[in-house]
């Protein structure tokens, strides 16, 4: 049933070198049942996550497609929709494929199905717990890393146990050399648990909520070392290994350059994880640590494109194929999609691109390139592959799987182009100015009605790419019926000999030496990964210089700390950003840029990443409470045309004083200079400072509970960027 795979990285030895060597020839069976579960729950969870990613599409057309409750807010599924499409699809996918090829690289069974099972159950249950919290608002606020302490220990528990059984599994192999794929596979697996680690330092103030260990630069510049690095060792990485198999395996073909590999998966893994900062341009992260993320970005698109050129380049002499066989089809589509979007990362680092790109639709049309293309499209070929073999029995329509490319093909091109529209559209209204030196669009909500017809257009593209899903869907049930599942696979190879009585155990090319050897290989890839996060983050931590303090900026109060927590809450961070960068048009729009040591208490920092309502860093006393009263009531009776949704819970729900002592101390813990015994003053201070805003609110003929939590938001909106002073010389002055 499978095609003939042979490489200079997995060719046998030469006859005489066996003939020599006798070797005990073992039997054993592949575990398929754990691939094939494995592969149930990425269908399942792909669509799950892509219907709530269509649902949140709309929402930024039609504001009422947030349903009018608290727990279907765009603020609230959009965290949700990221993590089921990340953590859920192309989590399991990846445990799928690794699953599959892992055994056959090593000749082995896994190393222990309870293990197998214990991972597969534990990650479903995590998928779940995230199900479940996000919608709650339960939510550091911190992208692709939302999920609070608990659930982030669980994800430990459950990667060591993946961690253990690859490990396992390596041990007992009977192959001695590597292939390149398992390389990917180790590398996946030891960064993904430093950047988890490492970004999950927080201190627990309740069960489901913590303030995170770092603070505002510091906080930024860890965050988006792991952001960045979760595309990188999620999305990327463990994909590259499994195209590294999958490819070759459906082409029929051997890897094209073993030798272009060694250079791929080494450069790759080094170059990455400096990329971080690239998201943080202009911003108030120091200066030298932007430019090293930009110099490697840009250095980045190398070993990238090393990659995507062994892959279609794998496909010499077997492009006839490609042309009949739709896993081929999509695994081409896919290849080219990382190829576009490994090209255009290092393009939108560069400061001149980003300054337009960043905040804007462009970033999310260059996600969802590698996502619904790259990601997407590689875990539809795996399936289509897999599921024939799995069932012994030819896959029940070609026609389907075709009709399914053409349409995923189509869906992605509606997503993708009228975001890359939407982009351009808001990066150069929000700079353009008039003959006058007046800006041209001085309204933000004029920016933003411009988008809505490309919302629609983005959110069709998201149904066809769906529906896609659903031909697949039916397509691989009917081959499930038409087979049955080989749970256990017979299997036989010799038996490994030790290293000492191989004579050829390092024969060869010489990164056989370390290919042979997963231990050394582990740490070197460790080291790899580790000096880049390294050399960027111990310095703006233990350099003062890096963030210099304000004299001027103080902690929050008790009842501003309250409606930060709200804030965070409702997933605001999502739509609105806190940093004003040093642009004529920003200072212009916005007012004074905002500068590192004014976020010094920010735990988390919520600079945010785009911009579909305006920044908020310099919101504070700008408008009086009656209007962030409305404004959240009502937005469109502050903002005719608003695509904001209302938030009438707000006005019902009781602010939560029970945790705030402890919520205080944590700080303390933290370093926030809050008085000694402040904690057990803090609800006091907090109502006699929302007794101060319901007094003023009623000036206004508004009658509000001094315990709603609309107040404490208003709270914390009035403090925003109200910390520094800017004479009027000054601000005319940053204007230029």
């Known amino acids: 049933m499978q095609a003939a795979f042979t490489s200079p990285l997995t060719a046998p030895e030469p006859p005489l070198v066996q003939n020599r060597v006798s070797r005990a020839v073992d039997e054993f069976f592949y575990d398929n049942q754990i691939v094939r579960d494995f592969g149930i729950a990425t269908i399942f969870w792909g669509i799950a996550g892509m219907l709530v990613g269509i649902l949140a599409a709309f929402q930024l057309a039609q504001p009422d497609a947030n349903l009018h409750t608290s727990f279907t807010t765009f603020g609230r599924i959009r965290p949700l929709h990221t993590n089921a499409v990340i953590f859920a699809f192309v989590g399991n996918g990846i445990f799928m494929g690794v699953y599959y090829s892992l055994q056959r690289l090593c000749k082995a069974a896994m190393y222990s199905k309870t293990l197998s099972r214990v991972h597969f159950w534990g990650w479903q249950l995590i998928i779940l717990s995230a199900l479940i919290s996000l919608p709650l608002g339960y939510t550091t606020s911190k992208e692709y890393a939302e999920l609070e302490w608990p659930i982030d220990i669980a994800i430990t528990l459950v990667w060591v146990v993946f961690g253990w059984n690859m490990f396992g599994t390596i041990a007992r192999r009977r192959e001695r050399?590597?292939?390149?794929?398992?390389?990917?596979?180790?590398?996946?697996?030891?960064?993904?648990?430093?950047?988890?680690?490492?970004?999950?330092?927080?201190?627990?103030?309740?069960?489901?909520?913590?303030?995170?260990?770092?603070?505002?630069?510091?906080?930024?510049?860890?965050?988006?070392?792991?952001?960045?690095?979760?595309?990188?060792?999620?999305?990327?990485?463990?994909?590259?290994?499994?195209?590294?198999?999958?490819?070759?395996?459906?082409?029929?073909?051997?890897?094209?350059?073993?030798?272009?590999?060694?250079?791929?998966?080494?450069?790759?893994?080094?170059?990455?994880?400096?990329?971080?900062?690239?998201?943080?341009?202009?911003?108030?992260?120091?200066?030298?640590?932007?430019?090293?993320?930009?110099?490697?970005?840009?250095?980045?698109?190398?070993?990238?494109?090393?990659?995507?050129?062994?892959?279609?380049?794998?496909?010499?002499?077997?492009?006839?194929?490609?042309?009949?066989?739709?896993?081929?089809?999509?695994?081409?589509?896919?290849?080219?999609?990382?190829?576009?979007?490994?090209?255009?990362?290092?393009?939108?680092?560069?400061?001149?691109?980003?300054?337009?790109?960043?905040?804007?639709?462009?970033?999310?049309?260059?996600?969802?390139?590698?996502?619904?293309?790259?990601?997407?499209?590689?875990?539809?070929?795996?399936?289509?592959?897999?599921?024939?073999?799995?069932?012994?029995?030819?896959?029940?329509?070609?026609?389907?799987?075709?009709?399914?490319?053409?349409?995923?093909?189509?869906?992605?091109?509606?997503?993708?182009?009228?975001?890359?529209?939407?982009?351009?559209?808001?990066?150069?209204?929000?700079?353009?100015?008039?003959?006058?030196?007046?800006?041209?669009?001085?309204?933000?909500?004029?920016?933003?009605?411009?988008?809505?017809?490309?919302?629609?257009?983005?959110?069709?593209?998201?149904?066809?790419?769906?529906?896609?899903?659903?031909?697949?869907?039916?397509?691989?049930?009917?081959?499930?019926?038409?087979?049955?599942?080989?749970?256990?696979?017979?299997?036989?190879?010799?038996?490994?000999?030790?290293?000492?009585?191989?004579?050829?155990?390092?024969?060869?090319?010489?990164?056989?030496?370390?290919?042979?050897?997963?231990?050394?290989?582990?740490?070197?890839?460790?080291?790899?990964?580790?000096?880049?996060?390294?050399?960027?983050?111990?310095?703006?931590?233990?350099?003062?210089?890096?963030?210099?303090?304000?004299?001027?900026?103080?902690?929050?109060?008790?009842?501003?700390?309250?409606?930060?927590?709200?804030?965070?809450?409702?997933?605001?961070?999502?739509?609105?950003?806190?940093?004003?960068?040093?642009?004529?048009?920003?200072?212009?729009?916005?007012?004074?840029y905002s500068k590192a040591g004014e976020f010094v208490y920010d735990r988390p920092f919520l600079w945010g990443s785009k911009r579909t309502g305006p920044d908020l860093h310099r919101v504070g006393a700008k408008y009086p409470h009656s209007w962030h009263y409305n404004h959240m009531l009502d937005p469109t009776s502050m903002s005719p045309g608003s695509i904001m949704p209302p938030y009438p819970w707000l006005f019902e729900n009781d602010i939560d004083y029970s945790t705030l002592p402890k919520k205080i101390r944590v700080l303390q813990q933290l370093g926030t200079p809050y008085p000694a015994g402040y904690d057990k003053q803090a609800v006091a201070d907090a109502r006699r400072q929302a007794q101060g805003i319901v007094q003023e609110l009623k000036k206004e003929e508004i009658e509000v509970r001094s315990d709603k939590e609309i107040v404490a938001l208003i709270a914390y909106l009035q403090r925003l960027g109200t910390d520094i002073k800017v004479k009027p010389e000054q601000a005319a002055a940053a204007a230029q």
Not at 443 to 455: D, K, R
């Open 177 to 592: 050399h590597l292939y390149v794929g398992i390389w990917f596979y180790i590398a996946t697996f030891l960064t993904v648990a430093v950047l988890h680690i490492v970004n999950s330092m927080e201190v627990p103030v309740s069960f489901m909520k913590s303030y995170s260990a770092y603070a505002g630069v510091q906080d930024a510049l860890v965050q988006w070392w792991y952001g960045h690095n979760a595309v990188a060792f999620f999305l990327t990485t463990p994909y590259l290994g499994l195209m590294y198999y999958f490819l070759p395996k459906a082409a029929g073909r051997p890897v094209y350059s073993y030798r272009l590999s060694i250079i791929h998966f080494w450069s790759l893994i080094f170059i990455y994880i400096w990329a971080g900062p690239h998201h943080l341009l202009y911003t108030s992260l120091p200066d030298w640590a932007q430019s090293l993320g930009v110099a490697f970005s840009v250095m980045l698109i190398a070993p990238s494109w090393g990659g995507m050129i062994n892959g279609l380049l794998t496909l010499r002499g077997a492009w006839d194929k490609v042309r009949e066989e739709p896993v081929l089809k999509f695994m081409v589509v896919a290849i080219t999609a990382y190829g576009m979007a490994t090209f255009e990362g290092p393009m939108l680092s560069l400061k001149n691109v980003n300054a337009i790109a960043h905040f804007t639709d462009w970033i999310v049309a260059h996600v969802h390139v590698g996502a619904l293309g790259w990601n997407g499209f590689l875990t539809f070929a795996m399936l289509y592959w897999l599921w024939p073999r799995l069932y012994r029995t030819p896959l029940y329509s070609k026609k389907l799987a075709n009709a399914h490319f053409l349409i995923g093909t189509l869906g992605i091109l509606f997503y993708a182009l009228p975001m890359y529209w939407a982009g351009f559209t808001q990066g150069l209204m929000w700079k353009q100015f008039n003959a006058e030196g007046m800006l041209q669009y001085p309204n933000f909500l004029e920016t933003v009605l411009n988008l809505v017809p490309m919302y629609y257009l983005r959110g069709i593209g998201g149904v066809m790419y769906l529906s896609g899903v659903f031909l697949m869907l039916y397509n691989l049930v009917k081959t499930a019926q038409a087979g049955s599942l080989l749970a256990a696979e017979k299997a036989q190879a010799p038996a490994l000999l030790p290293a000492a009585e191989d004579p050829h155990a390092d024969a060869g090319h010489w990164h056989r030496w370390i290919e042979r050897r997963p231990v050394q290989m582990a740490v070197w890839a460790t080291v790899a990964i580790a000096i880049g996060g390294a050399v960027e983050m111990i310095p703006t931590f233990l350099i003062k210089s890096n963030v210099p303090t304000i004299a001027s900026v103080k902690p929050y109060t008790s009842l501003e700390l309250q409606g930060r927590d709200i804030y965070i809450k409702e997933g605001c961070s999502n739509c609105h950003t806190q940093m004003v960068r040093p642009f004529r048009s920003e200072t212009e729009r916005y007012g004074e």
